[in-house]
């Protein structure tokens, strides 16, 4: 452990090195613990800035870029840390960030309750492709289920 530079929850950990760079996390528990030099600490001030509001900027796509033009090695990406500390920030006022934070958040939900509905839905059609092919090798197979059966394959 490290006297120094310990997180604490609302502390931004930034990835600098290796494949993940450029990806930044909220700490949101409250214990003791260090972080490895691959990673960088990030303080926001909290009269200024919300974390999962920079959380999001940080991993931005204007950011992103950003920090891919400032890798500093040929092999393992490494992100130095001045470059990061040369990072332009812009944000709006407080309440203007939490606004942003809960219409990301709802839109996280949303895209993710979409991709699990689809997922369930490939899933079934799956499971009733092998009921067809299993019905057609037995030689049970109807003509409303061969129209289905390519139906099936159109989708998947």
């Given at each position: 452990m490290?006297?120094?530079?310990?997180?604490?929850?609302?502390?931004?950990?930034?990835?600098?090195?290796?494949?993940?760079?450029?990806?930044?996390?909220?700490?949101?528990?409250?214990?003791?613990?260090?972080?490895?030099?691959?990673?960088?600490?990030?303080?926001?001030?909290?009269?200024?800035?919300?974390?999962?509001?920079?959380?999001?900027?940080?991993?931005?796509?204007?950011?992103?870029?950003?920090?891919?033009?400032?890798?500093?090695?040929?092999g393992?990406?490494?992100?130095?840390?001045?470059?990061?500390?040369?990072?332009?920030?812009?944000?709006?006022?407080?309440?203007k960030?939490?606004?942003?934070?809960?219409?990301?958040?709802?839109?996280?939900?949303?895209?993710?309750?979409?991709?699990?509905?689809?997922?369930?839905?490939?899933?079934?059609?799956?499971?009733?492709?092998?009921?067809?092919?299993?019905?057609?090798?037995?030689?049970?197979?109807?003509?409303?289920?061969?129209?289905?059966?390519?139906?099936?394959?159109?989708?998947?």
């Open positions: 490290t006297k120094k530079n310990k997180p604490q929850k609302g502390d931004i950990l930034y990835s600098r090195v290796g494949a993940k760079f450029g990806e930044a996390g909220v700490v949101e528990h409250d214990f003791e613990f260090s972080v490895y030099v691959s990673v960088t600490l990030i303080r926001p001030l909290a009269e200024k800035l919300n974390a999962y509001y920079f959380k999001y900027y940080l991993n931005s796509p204007m950011i992103k870029s950003l920090a891919k033009s400032s890798i500093t090695s040929s393992v990406p490494n992100l130095n840390v001045k470059s990061v500390r040369e990072f332009p920030i812009f944000y709006p006022s407080l309440k960030q939490l606004h942003i934070v809960n219409e990301i958040r709802n839109l996280e939900k949303a895209t993710s309750y979409i991709i699990n509905k689809y997922e369930l839905k490939a899933q079934n059609l799956e499971e009733l492709k092998k009921s067809i092919l299993q019905k057609a090798f037995a030689g049970e197979l109807t003509s409303k289920e061969i129209t289905i059966n390519k139906e099936i394959e159109e989708v998947l």
